[in-house]
């Protein structure tokens, strides 16, 4: 072809290179958008927690522990129990790192412990000791501590405590035998002499529990304990 003819189809033998420098350019424009709009930040953001730092940094972190000591039975505040913490969970020996003592509303503080585990003991007269894992933790991780305690078992008497966290608010205790069923619909059996045999004594429905079973008398059977997540109740795994 001849020149004449070249210049008369130039888009035909140029769209290729002319679509491929558009590309280019506009690549290029935003490379160059992007760097002059840039703007360096004056700070910067890192994640620390307890777990990566070293020990010895680690263990000036402290806090304050703040729990309550409760009746099993009745809910009621148990004053004057010595509660004595050991560093661990379920350390039931050994050397305690804290002890107090309950004031007027069973509740106590344990000022400038390290952050952890650890397992409080309360005890008072009248009562069974008793074994609870308690934690200290940054603010935002701390929840309320319910330590009960159940007053001591009379003869043939056993007594079955429940207690949870936070969620799921309300768990119900059913305790089922060959002629009796006690669940909070149903709270206490008798016998055929309509001795008292087996009570749900407290039905706990604002998280935390306890919620207590005791059984009076200890008939020989089969006993079903089970628990039943209420507020998930319309839940197939509840």
Do not use: C
Request: proline share 5%.
């Amino acid at each position: 072809k001849t020149p004449k003819d070249k210049r008369a189809n130039w888009w035909y033998y140029h769209k290729r290179q002319l679509l491929f420098g558009l590309i280019a350019a506009g690549l290029l424009g935003s490379l160059i958008y992007s760097i002059a709009s840039k703007v360096e930040p004056d700070y910067s953001v890192a994640l620390v927690t307890s777990y990566n730092l070293p020990e010895e940094v680690r263990s000036g972190l402290t806090d304050q522990l703040y729990a309550q000591v409760t009746n099993a039975i009745n809910g009621e505040p148990v004053p004057g129990a010595l509660v004595s913490l050991r560093s661990g969970w379920n350390n039931r020996e050994g050397d305690w790192v804290a002890q107090t003592t309950t004031a007027d509303w069973g509740d106590f503080y344990v000022d400038d412990l390290p952050y952890g585990y650890y397992t409080a003991e309360p005890s008072a007269d009248g009562y069974i000791s008793a074994f609870h894992n308690v934690a200290v933790l940054p603010q935002e991780f701390i929840s309320e501590w319910n330590l009960p305690m159940s007053p001591v078992l009379g003869d043939q008497e056993t007594r079955i405590v429940l207690t949870w966290n936070e969620e799921p608010y309300d768990l119900d205790s059913h305790l089922m035998g060959e002629e009796f069923h006690v669940f909070f619909g149903e709270r206490d059996a008798y016998d055929a002499s309509y001795q008292h045999r087996v009570n749900l004594d407290l039905d706990d429905t604002t998280s935390y529990g306890p919620e207590t079973i005791t059984i009076y008398q200890g008939v020989d059977g089969v006993y079903t304990y089970f628990v039943h997540d209420y507020t998930n109740r319309y839940s197939g795994s509840s």
